[in-house]
């Protein structure tokens, strides 16, 4: 099944990728261009393609400002993956900035499917990595973020 905004030309891409163990990567925010309509990246077309359980997802910029649509859509599907990069980490744990139930739930159920990003050179990575260690993660969450997540979902290193 293939959502409402996910244009059908990708789905053999999609195909492809979950053939070849290949993540890909879904922007899930709100677009800055004025002629995108804003459900364009809405996170509800993941839901309809990660129905194909051997494609690895990775939903970029974590759904803001649909973040609770976001963490439901990967409790859902194991094969979905919550990646905040290219956001500042310094605004996820300020109340009614929408990130609390990525914070709530990367710390718990779902911790071991958000991988980190810095979106470098935008956002340089050692203040990216400050903002990450201030919030109010446990420290096995913040690992799992931080290095885990990515290296078991690329196959990296002996967390594969």
Same mark, same amino acid.
């Given at each position: 099944?293939?959502?409402?905004?996910?244009? %059908?030309?990708?789905?053999?891409? #999609?195909?492809? #990728? @979950?053939?070849?163990?290949?993540?890909?990567?879904?922007?899930?925010?709100?677009?800055?261009?004025?002629?995108?309509?804003?459900? #364009?990246?809405?996170?509800?077309?993941?839901?309809?393609?990660?129905?194909?359980?051997?494609?690895?997802?990775?939903?970029?910029?974590?759904?803001?400002?649909?973040?609770?649509? +976001?963490?439901?859509? @990967?409790?859902?599907?194991?094969?979905?993956? &919550?990646?905040?990069?290219?956001?500042?980490?310094?605004?996820?744990?300020?109340?009614?900035?929408?990130?609390?139930?990525?914070?709530?739930?990367?710390?718990? &159920?779902?911790?071991?499917?958000?991988?980190?990003?810095?979106?470098?050179? +935008?956002?340089?990575?050692? %203040?990216?990595? %400050?903002? &990450?260690?201030?919030?109010?993660? %446990?420290?096995?969450?913040?690992? @799992?973020?931080?290095?885990?997540?990515?290296?078991?979902?690329?196959?990296?290193?002996?967390?594969?």
């Amino acid at each position: 099944m293939i959502g409402p905004n996910f244009d %059908r030309r990708y789905y053999p891409i #999609c195909s492809k #990728c @979950a053939d070849l163990g290949v993540p890909v990567n879904i922007h899930t925010s709100t677009s800055l261009l004025a002629d995108v309509r804003m459900d #364009c990246d809405h996170p509800s077309d993941v839901d309809h393609v990660a129905a194909n359980p051997d494609l690895n997802i990775v939903a970029y910029h974590g759904g803001w400002p649909w973040v609770l649509e +976001m963490v439901g859509i @990967a409790l859902r599907h194991p094969n979905v993956y &919550i990646s905040p990069a290219g956001v500042r980490s310094r605004h996820f744990a300020k109340p009614d900035s929408g990130w609390q139930p990525l914070v709530q739930y990367g710390d718990t &159920i779902l911790r071991d499917r958000v991988p980190w990003g810095s979106k470098w050179p +935008m956002l340089p990575i050692k %203040r990216s990595m %400050r903002e &990450i260690e201030e919030l109010p993660l %446990r420290p096995e969450s913040r690992a @799992a973020w931080m290095g885990d997540n990515a290296a078991r979902l690329f196959g990296l290193g002996g967390n594969a």
